[in-house]
C-alpha cells in the first residue's frame, strides 16, 4: 500500500497549524534565511512549535533552504540545516548541491550528525528520467518535479527512479521552468534563486513586431492563470506521484484553510474508493469546519497547464491579479457611479456587505472596489469612476465566505478504541482501561471507580458508553468492550468518567504518535552519470562546495550562476507557454503566418522572443 501526502504551504507557524486542522499531511515553511520567498522567514522556535504540533498526528514538516549560496553563507546555512533538524523537522528541501554535500561532510572542521533526508526542490527543474536518475543517486529521497510535466512524462521519471515524486497541484505558476528564470535578476537585480523574485512574469508589456507595429497593448502577456489538478489527482497518483503540493508560502490563512479542506476531502474520497492501494500519509481525521470553495478564494483563473500533453489556452494576460469568480454584468449606474446595478449570471448569487469586487476597465487595466452596502443585485459603494455599463464584474472577496473560514474552524482528532473492565475488590469497585490509537499507541491505566454498585445496569452502561465516547485534546475515543468479573457495573458520576477520559488522552500524549513509513536516504557518491558533461549557468552553481560536486560527479566544464557573471543575451527564460499560441498566431498548431521577430517592451527595456518549435518551447533575451 502507497502513502498519498496532500503538502501545504505556511508563511508561519499559525498558518501550518491551520493547515495541520485542515487535512494536511505535512507542510512546508523556511527557516530564518535562505528560503526561495524572502518574506516568508520564520525562526527556529517557530519551527520547533510548528513541528510538534504536526507531530500529533504523524504530520511532517519540511523546511525550504532552497536558494543558491554563496562561499560566505555556506557555515551559516549548515547551522541553520543543524538548528531545523534539532527543532524536530523532518526533511530539508534544498537547490544548491552544496548542502547536499555538507550534510554528509559538514563545512571544514565544522562537522555535525545531520541524518535528516533532503528534497530536490522544484528549483532544480527536474523534468528527464535521467536528471531524476542523477538526483537520486546522489542520495535525495525525494524529487520535486517541474510543473510542466505530463503524465507520460511523470511516468517515464518514475520508471527511472524509486525515490519519493513530489507534483504541484494547486496554486500559481512561474512562466519559466523553475530555478531557470533571470528575467528578474536583470531587470532589477533581485534574483529568483535567492529569494527575492520581482514577479516580472506578471508585469504588463506591449508585443511589437521587428517593424515596430504594437500587435498587443499593455497585457500582462507572461502572466499564467493558477493550477488547478484537484480532479486528476488519482491519475498523478496512478503515475508514481506521492505527494500532492500545493503553492503558496505568502498566501493568508484563510486561502490555505479553504485550498487544503478542499484538497483533502478529494485525497480522502480516493483513499476511500482505493483502499487496498492508498492511505494517507498521517493520522487523524478532520471534523466540523467550513465548506470548502477554491472558487471563492484568490485565483486568476484555473489551468492544467500541460498535464494532458496537450496546449491549451494558459494565460491570464487581462489580469496578473485574483479577479475571483464572475458574477454578472453592469446594467445600471447613478451619475456618481456609487450604485451599480448588476446582471447575475447565475441563480444561486447572493451578495454580502463588504464584498471585494474586480473589473476589466476600458483601457485594460483591473479595477477594484469595495461593496459597502449590498442589497439584492444593487451595490452602493464609493465612486469608481472607470464602471461602465456592459462591464464585467467579478467578486474577489466574499465577505461571508471569509466569516464562515474564520469562524468554523476545523478540528483534527486521532480516533482511539477503549476497553474497560469493572472489578470489584473488598467492596471498592476498580476500572482497568485499555486504549489503542489508530497509529498503533497503547496505554493503560488503573482507576478508583467507586464504592457503591449501580442499581440499574443498562442506564450505567449508557452513560459509561456515552461519556467515554467523546473527545479529550485531540482523540476521538470509542468504546470497544465494557465488562465485568461480577456481572455488575459500579454507579459512577459523569465528572469521574470524563476524568478516566482525559487521563487517557494525558497517557497519549506522553508517548509519540506513529508516523508511516518514508523512504530515507543519506547523501552520498553519486552513482549515476551525470546528464551532461558541460555544466551551464542555468545549473545555477554560486559556490566551491557545489563547483566540487559536480567536478566530483564528471563535469568537464563549469560555468558559474548568472547572478555571478550576467551573460550577454543569455537565455533569460525558457518556458512551455507559447504567446504566439496564445494570441492564434502558431504556424505550427494553429497555421498562422506568424511574425518572424517578436519582442516584448516593458519601461524602456526590449525582450526578443525566440519559439523553439521542435521543442515546443518559447525563449526569451535581452536584445
Known amino acids: 500500500m502507497r502513502q498519498l501526502e496532500l503538502l501545504a504551504p505556511a508563511r508561519d507557524a499559525q498558518i501550518g497549524i491551520a493547515a495541520i486542522d485542515c487535512g494536511a499531511d505535512a507542510v512546508y515553511i523556511a527557516g530564518p534565511q535562505f528560503g526561495a520567498r524572502q518574506a516568508a522567514g520564520n525562526t527556529i522556535e517557530d519551527i520547533r512549535t510548528l513541528c510538534n504540533y504536526a507531530h500529533r498526528f504523524g504530520a511532517r514538516i519540511f523546511v525550504a533552504l532552497n536558494t543558491i549560496l554563496y562561499d560566505d553563507e ?10 531545523v533538524q534539532d527543532a524536530g523537522a523532518d526533511a530539508i528541501i534544498i537547490q544548491d548541491m552544496a548542502v547536499l554535500k555538507m550534510a554528509l561532510e559538514g563545512i571544514g572542521d565544522f562537522r555535525k550528525d545531520f541524518h535528516i ?31 510542466e510535466l505530463s503524465l507520460e512524462q511523470i511516468k517515464a521519471i518514475r520508471s527511472a527512479v524509486s525515490c519519493e515524486l513530489e507534483f504541484f497541484v494547486h496554486g500559481a505558476l512561474c512562466v519559466c521552468y523553475s530555478g531557470q528564470c533571470y528575467l528578474s535578476e536583470k531587470i532589477a537585480g533581485r534574483s529568483a534563486n535567492r529569494g527575492s523574485c520581482i514577479q516580472a512574469c506578471r508585469s504588463r508589456y506591449d508585443l511589437v513586431d521587428s517593424e515596430g507595429r504594437v500587435l498587443v497593448k499593455d497585457k500582462a502577456l507572461l502572466s499564467l492563470k493558477d493550477y488547478n489538478l484537484r480532479e486528476r489527482m488519482k491519475e498523478l497518483a496512478d503515475a508514481g506521484i506521492t505527494s500532492f503540493k500545493i503553492e503558496g508560502r505568502l498566501k493568508n490563512e484563510s486561502y490555505v484553510r479553504n485550498v487544503v479542506r478542499d484538497y483533502s476531502i478529494a485525497l480522502d474520497n480516493i483513499v476511500g474508493r482505493y483502499s487496498s492501494e492508498y492511505e494517507r500519509g498521517s493520522f487523524g481525521k478532520v471534523t466540523g469546519g467550513f465548506i470548502p470553495d477554491t472558487r471563492k478564494t484568490f485565483n486568476r483563473g484555473y489551468t492544467e497547464l500541460f498535464i494532458d500533453g496537450k496546449r491549451g489556452k494558459w494565460a491570464s494576460m487581462d489580469a496578473a491579479k485574483s479577479m475571483g469568480e464572475e458574477i454578472g454584468q453592469v446594467t445600471g449606474l447613478n451619475k456618481m457611479k456609487s450604485e451599480i446595478t448588476v446582471r447575475f449570471t447565475g441563480k444561486d448569487i447572493t451578495l454580502n456587505n463588504g464584498d471585494g469586487f474586480s473589473f476589466v476597465a476600458k483601457d485594460g487595466i483591473v479595477a477594484g472596489f469595495r461593496g459597502d452596502v449590498c442589497t439584492g443585485n444593487l451595490i452602493r459603494c464609493k465612486a469608481v469612476p472607470a464602471i461602465y455599463p456592459g462591464a464585467r464584474i467579478y467578486r474577489n472577496i466574499n465577505a461571508a465566505f471569509e466569516k464562515e473560514i474564520e469562524r468554523k474552524a476545523c478540528t483534527r482528532v486521532i480516533s482511539a478504541t477503549v476497553s474497560i473492565t469493572f472489578s470489584k475488590v473488598e467492596g471498592l469497585w476498580k476500572a482497568s482501561v485499555q486504549a489503542l490509537s489508530e497509529d498503533g499507541r497503547k496505554v493503560y491505566i488503573t482507576a478508583d471507580a467507586s464504592d457503591q454498585t449501580a442499581g440499574n445496569y443498562d442506564r450505567m452502561y449508557s452513560m459509561i458508553l456515552g461519556q467515554i465516547s467523546k473527545s479529550s485534546g485531540s482523540y476521538r475515543f470509542s468504546i470497544e468492550s465494557i465488562n465485568s468479573t461480577s456481572g455488575e457495573l459500579p454507579f459512577m458520576s459523569a465528572a469521574a468518567l470524563n476524568g478516566i477520559r482525559r487521563q487517557l488522552a494525558e497517557e497519549f500524549d506522553s508517548l509519540p504518535c506513529g508516523k508511516k513509513d518514508i523512504l530515507l536516504r543519506k547523501p552520498g557518491k553519486v552513482t549515476k552519470q551525470l546528464p551532461q558533461k558541460d555544466i551551464t549557468y542555468k545549473t545555477n552553481i554560486s559556490n566551491h562546495i557545489s563547483e566540487e560536486f559536480y567536478r566530483e560527479a564528471g563535469a568537464e566544464k563549469i560555468d558559474k550562476a548568472y547572478e555571478l557573471q550576467p551573460i550577454r543575451n543569455a537565455e533569460l527564460m525558457r518556458t512551455k507557454y507559447c504567446i504566439r499560441y496564445e494570441l492564434g498566431l502558431c504556424p505550427k498548431y494553429q497555421g498562422s503566418k506568424a511574425p518572424s521577430q517578436l519582442f516584448l517592451l516593458n519601461n524602456g527595456q526590449r525582450f526578443a522572443l525566440h519559439f523553439d518549435c521542435k521543442e515546443c518551447e518559447m525563449t526569451l533575451t535581452q536584445v
Open 74 to 83: 555556506l557555515e551559516a546555512a549548515y547551522r541553520q540545516m543543524l538548528a
Open 117 to 147: 533526508p533532503l528534497h530536490a526542490s522544484t528549483q532544480c527543474a527536474i523534468r528527464t528520467p535521467e536528471q531524476a536518475a542523477f538526483l537520486e543517486s546522489a542520495g535525495f529521497s525525494r524529487l520535486i518535479l517541474e510543473r
